[in-house]
């Protein structure tokens, strides 16, 4: 009798390990994609580069694509006008189809000035989801995923979409966003009450943002972040939650393999950061639709009687223009940009600029800097004015932007310098009582002080001196050819 049990227990288990099994799948994680070319002097990045790994990724197993966040804008190609419309974004969603993109969340950028966000998401083949922005009259939008859940083989993933509280003390934007915390919180436990075996958080927020969404302890099984631009690798929360960020611009990418074992329902991920490097020949297809896109925008430019490949000049030193960079400290080029805007007008003492209009999130390598460049430094165009102020609202707005490092309100400057605790103005200490002349990003006047309250407060005796106003890309160009010397056809 006790034979014939022992058989049995040996018989139940052989069946129930020939049950069990290991589901695998690849995550190729991709955030805040701007550039469809390689960057960096062509060292890093560019899709049809990307199309070639995601080609190797597809042979060997079962790959899923997501982006988290920020496709649409900024770019000097999406901000080309063809018969009055600007390209907006319509270039990114076209090349990730012919990609076969599977999903992407929301990020800040969707949303920028020129973008028609909803037409752009009508004409995507691939998921657009987010689970907490809403149209600005609280309803969704009618091709916005609220979550996602796919299969594979026997087992449920469910996608988590959560983008940052961007408009918070802004009006008459086309969306809102729901508290990111608490939504997440929601649905995730939705998504795991419906059978989910396994969730990932695709968020475009800070990290500090990140952190404490895995401090919630939720049952996430992997957040993929986005917005930072810098790669990104930690693990955070009560359940060590892993967290990744790639570089913007596909200048890398991370690969996570997913193990699931259906007996135990566990998960294993082992998550590989990879640059996208020359050592990806470029996709043949996707090379010729990025140049295509290239052309257009190039043709675009060239009717509006712009030459993008002109060479304004040869550089003798890097150029830094990282957003992680533009937006914490002074950087060579965000220099010659401040200067560009002082020089632009004669009886100007200093020149102030936001870090956020500096948007080519890339390193310039020394040598031919063409007017391409400039486009892609400057892709929002932009002027500057000319204003008086008093020096007590001069330190108010230097203090504030000070306080703004990180974001785009972060301030670049001209001819200002702080000295232990003081603010100073060509070597002097700046007189509170005493009313300057300062060369200030138009924008920044005219968008509600762009975040900065010293801009929007009537009694900071902020007034304009003259209508007249400087183009700050033909600025930048001079400002260049004066710094480097004129180029010599």
Request: hydrophobic share 35%; net charge neutral.
């Amino acid at each position: 009798m006790l034979r014939i049990s022992f058989l049995i227990i040996v018989v139940f288990c052989v069946s129930l390990s020939t049950q069990a099994k290991k589901v695998k799948l690849t995550v190729l994680q991709v955030n805040d994609l701007y550039e469809m070319t390689p960057v960096t002097g062509n060292k890093y990045g560019g899709l049809a580069r990307l199309q070639t790994l995601l080609n190797q990724l597809r042979k060997k197993s079962k790959t899923i694509t997501i982006l988290g966040g920020d496709l649409l804008s900024p770019s000097a190609i999406g901000a080309a006008s063809i018969q009055g419309r600007n390209i907006g974004g319509t270039q990114m969603i076209d090349v990730l189809n012919h990609m076969d993109w599977d999903y992407m969340t929301i990020g800040n950028h969707e949303f920028d000035s020129g973008i028609d966000f909803k037409a752009r998401v009508k004409q995507a083949e691939f998921t657009v989801f987010s689970s907490n922005v809403y149209q600005a009259d609280g309803s969704r939008f009618n091709d916005v995923k609220d979550t996602i859940t796919f299969k594979v083989d026997d087992i449920t993933i469910g996608l988590v979409g959560i983008m940052l509280r961007y408009d918070e003390g802004k009006k008459n934007l086309s969306y809102k966003t729901t508290d990111q915390f608490e939504m997440a919180s929601n649905r995730v436990n939705y998504l795991k009450e419906n059978g989910a075996d396994i969730v990932l958080a695709v968020t475009h927020q800070s990290l500090s943002d990140d952190i404490k969404l895995a401090d919630l302890g939720l049952d996430i099984d992997l957040i993929l972040g986005g917005h930072e631009h810098e790669n990104m690798s930690i693990r955070r929360g009560p359940k060590f939650t892993h967290i990744t960020k790639a570089d913007a611009n596909a200048r890398s990418v991370f690969i996570h393999d997913i193990s699931y074992d259906t007996n135990r329902k566990t998960v294993e991920i082992e998550s590989k950061l990879e640059f996208i490097t020359s050592k990806y020949k470029e996709d043949a297809k996707i090379s010729a639709l990025v140049s295509q896109w290239k052309k257009k925008a190039f043709d675009a430019y060239r009717a509006k009687g712009i030459e993008p490949n002109q060479v304004v000049t040869n550089s003798t030193e890097s150029l830094n223009g990282l957003e992680s960079a533009v937006r914490n400290n002074s950087t060579r080029l965000t220099e010659i940009i401040a200067n560009s805007a002082l020089h632009g007008f004669p009886n100007a003492e200093l020149s102030i600029l936001n870090g956020g209009s500096i948007r080519i999130d890339d390193v310039l390598p020394p040598g031919e800097i063409s007017y391409y460049d400039i486009l892609r430094i400057l892709p929002f165009g932009g002027e500057y004015s000319e204003i008086s102020i008093p020096g007590k609202s001069i330190i108010s707005l230097l203090s504030e932007g000070e306080a703004k490092k990180g974001s785009g309100s972060y301030l670049q400057y001209a001819n200002v310098a702080k000295v232990g605790e003081k603010w100073q103005i060509a070597g002097e200490a700046i007189i509170e009582n005493k009313i300057y002349t300062a060369a200030i990003a138009s924008y920044m006047l005219e968008k509600g002080g762009s975040g900065l309250f010293t801009l929007s407060n009537e009694n900071a005796g902020i007034e304009k001196t003259t209508s007249q106003k400087i183009d700050a890309r033909k600025a930048l160009f001079k400002e260049l050819q004066t710094t480097y010397g004129i180029n010599q056809l």
